[in-house]
């Protein structure tokens, strides 16, 4: 019985394969499907084991077989046991096409994981404060470094499957050109990204002005930057615009120069107007983490004796120099009211003079239609 059973799975055959090389092939298949699973996870039990140990190149080697596809193990399996199977041999020739396309797609997402976790691990160890994500060079890189790998990967998978790769990329340089022209403006952007990473005008937690828009950045992207603003919402500006703007860094403020003033009235005595630099300046001087330039009458204005004062705050803070500011003003009203000094007031005077004769012409036509009616 057991012979016959045997004899009838050698004798049938399904697409001219018998029944029994196929169950062979199948069997071959799954316990290399298995075996290749127990392999990755013992080795990533090993790995995981040496980086306990503070191992960095061990981590990086457990994150990387992480990316392992179970997908493309199950179809190495099934080639092997293709492989056991009675092919042809035109069939034998692209079995071995399709071992490289997934041996290449495996190595290319190995890979792929490689890149993305050292280019992480080198902005975050390059850039300031750990903004590398929002960075546009981490952006860029990683971009360029993914392009630059799956697109080896895609050549070398159509050069084992005969494609003429020369003409291949010529017709993808003639239609890259083509692209280009078409999406020029978000080329355009993109390069404007390319000179913000380069350039770093600002950064990533930066507190900017352009125009009438100010906030903080709170990402640099391929094509926009968005910007938190001081009223909560969020604004989107293109990299390519905010290139070409004039860009205020406060972030990178390290003093901040204050020029203010102030006028006294004209009938202010003139021992007081005299006074009054010395009296700015002594008040200037008594604050914290100040260092005083000068003050100056600066000119006789039309309602007013104008001064102009300068002085700089040496953290750049805005909130401080209100403060700041705010007790300088304090200091000088008392200084100013005990020596007599008066603040101008801005006032219009109206000098109201008659005309006789105006006054004497309108008399007599007044005369003149009174007679009429």
């Known amino acids: 019985m057991n012979e016959r059973f045997l004899e009838s799975l050698t004798t049938t055959t399904l697409f001219g394969i018998s029944v029994l090389n196929l169950m062979l092939a199948l069997a071959v298949s799954i316990l290399t499907f298995l075996i290749a699973r127990w392999a990755i996870s013992f080795v990533k039990r090993r790995v995981q084991h040496w980086s306990s140990h503070d191992g960095h190149f061990a981590q990086v080697l457990a994150k990387v077989l992480d990316g392992t596809s179970n997908v493309l193990l199950l179809l190495a399996a099934l080639l092997v046991g293709l492989g056991v199977l009675d092919l042809p041999e035109r069939w034998l020739d692209r079995v071995g096409s399709l071992w490289f396309v997934v041996a290449a797609l495996q190595i290319g997402l190995w890979a792929n994981r490689a890149i993305a976790l050292g280019l992480a691990r080198y902005f975050a160890r390059h850039s300031a404060e750990g903004f590398y994500q929002g960075s546009a060079l981490a952006t860029l890189s990683a971009w360029g470094a993914r392009v630059l790998l799956w697109s080896m990967v895609l050549l070398a998978m159509l050069s084992n499957l005969g494609v003429n790769i020369t003409a291949f990329v010529a017709s993808l340089g003639v239609g890259g050109i083509a692209v280009a022209l078409a999406v020029q403006n978000i080329l355009g952007d993109l390069f404007a990204s390319l000179s913000i990473a380069v350039d770093k005008p600002f950064e990533v937690g930066d507190f900017i002005v352009i125009g009438p828009l100010a906030g903080t950045v709170e990402h640099i992207g391929l094509k926009t930057t968005r910007i938190r603003s001081l009223g909560g919402e969020q604004i989107v500006m293109a990299n390519a615009g905010m290139i070409s703007s004039t860009i205020q860094n406060y972030k990178r403020l390290q003093e901040r120069r204050i020029v203010f003033e102030f006028g006294l009235s004209y009938d202010t005595p003139t021992e007081a107007v005299k ?78 003079t008659s005309l006789p004769q105006a006054s004497n012409q309108m008399g007599r036509e007044a005369g003149v239609f009174k007679a009429k009616d």
């Open 275 to 352: 006074k009054a630099p010395g009296i700015v300046a002594q008040v200037i001087k008594s604050q914290q983490q100040v260092r005083f330039d000068r003050a100056h009458l600066r000119g006789f204005g039309k309602e007013s004796l104008e001064f102009e004062c300068v002085y700089i705050v040496l953290d750049p803070g805005y909130n401080l120099y209100m403060d700041i500011q705010q007790a300088i003003n304090f200091q000088l009203l008392e200084q100013f009211a005990s020596i007599g000094a008066k603040f101008a007031v801005p006032a219009r005077a109206i000098k109201v």
